[in-house]
């Protein structure tokens, strides 16, 4: 039976699995119902899984004493509340709006696959399910729990779903791919007062709006316009009252970037500027680092190894080149450690008026994606381990 045969024969058991991830999601590193149920479906195929970490799971299969290829799946939701109309929409606040479903639903695909094509791997493949990608904390969480270890983890490979880019293309870039964040948190210490009275007081809000200024001077006059930097302020918040300057304010924010070794750099900027701003006007700013995850670099081997694979590989589409990504990623920390490489596959809606962004209410994914994915993912891992003996 042919990898397209075995892949069609187990589409609709992944597309399932989707469904019932879309229909219970669960947030962060703690995913009991999630990490359960994908244990469950690995013992049926005839896996031994194994817990990892808070909320991983991992499994293995494959020739022992050889290479090993880890092939990777995140799956937790995002706090969004469901306005797809999917039959299988949410049952509860939460969402898989990022696709994570269809990631874990693939990689369920893909173990059926391998279990069937067990004799054609000359290696090992690890197979694993992630926590807390959202919030960039599970792949770090499963790397310190032994994720890499036992066996010796050689490469990694892994894709992520896109609403707007046409459902089951593929798409591939080698070196950095998706922009690294270090998210902060700025606290604002003033004093408070009554509103009539701002001569009594130091302005923490005045101050979080000299900061806000001061900090864009980062990107546009601090650095190069090809080191790409980006710094956001998303949240902004004080008082509670129109006529009460508060004591405090609090600033939260990401600074983003494609270049590495600018990173601690740049935020060490942001500190200075917070903190030297809240002095000139007579308060005091602490900083507070939130997230630390660097860029998502594609090994250009690989990466090119891999793209030759799918485009010599009947029934799988010519591989695109994908523009660099300003959204982070925390397989990042496995691309670190190891030649690795994510590339995206397309799950835009047929019809158009249903096509959103990622993390959107109303995101739709596409499941003709599926089978795409799975056929993509087990072929790599088939002929890489056959490659690299």
């Avoid at 080698?174 to 007081?201: D, L, R, W, Y």
């Avoid at 690795?340 to 109303?362: C, N």
């Avoid at 993509?376 to 690299?388: D, G, K, P, S």
């Amino acid at each position: 039976m042919s990898l397209w045969d075995v892949t069609n024969k187990y589409k609709d058991a992944a597309i399932a699995d989707r469904r019932h991830l879309h229909e219970n999601p669960e947030l962060g590193l703690d995913l009991p119902q999630t990490q359960q149920y994908v244990m469950d479906r690995l013992r049926e195929i005839g896996y031994e899984p194994a817990a990892c970490g808070k909320s991983g799971v991992t499994a293995t299969i494959g020739k022992a004493g050889k290479k090993t290829l880890l092939l990777r799946a995140d799956m937790d939701a995002l706090p969004v509340e469901e306005a797809s109309g999917e039959p299988f929409a949410s049952g509860n606040q939460n969402m898989h709006a990022c696709g994570h479903d269809m990631h874990t639903g693939i990689l369920l695909g893909v173990a059926r696959i391998l279990k069937e094509k067990e004799s054609e791997l000359e290696g090992t493949v690890k197979l694993m399910f992630q926590p807390g990608e959202e919030i960039f904390a599970g792949a770090k969480d499963m790397i310190d729990a032994g994720l890499m270890e036992n066996p010796s983890v050689d490469a990694a490979l892994a894709l992520h779903v896109f609403t707007q880019l046409p459902a089951g293309e593929i798409y591939m870039r080698e070196g950095p791919f998706m922009a690294s964040v270090n998210g902060f948190k700025i606290t604002i210490f003033g004093k408070g007062c009554h509103g009539a009275q701002p001569e009594n007081g130091v302005d923490p809000i005045l101050i979080g709006t000299h900061i806000f200024q001061n900090l864009q001077a980062i990107p546009a006059r601090e650095t190069s316009l090809t080191e790409g930097v980006l710094v956001t302020i998303g949240q902004f918040s004080a008082g509670n009252a129109a006529n009460v300057i508060p004591d405090t304010a609090v600033m939260q924010g990401t600074m983003r970037t494609f270049n590495e070794p600018i990173r601690e750099e740049v935020y060490g900027r942001i500190e200075a500027i917070a903190k030297q701003t809240a002095e000139l006007f007579r308060g005091r700013a602490e900083v507070e680092k939130l997230s630390d995850v660097p860029c998502v670099v594609n090994d250009p081997a690989l990466t090119a190894t891999v793209r030759n694979y799918f485009n010599e590989t009947d029934g799988l589409p010519e591989v695109k080149e994908a523009p660099q990504a300003t959204g982070s990623e925390d397989f990042a920390f496995l691309a670190k450690r190891v030649p690795s490489t994510i590339f995206l596959l397309g799950a835009a809606a047929d019809d158009e008026e249903k096509v959103f962004p990622q993390h959107h209410p109303k995101a739709v994914f596409n499941e003709d994606a599926v089978p795409v994915g799975m056929m993509a993912l087990a072929t790599a891992a088939i002929r890489w381990l056959q490659e690299n003996q």
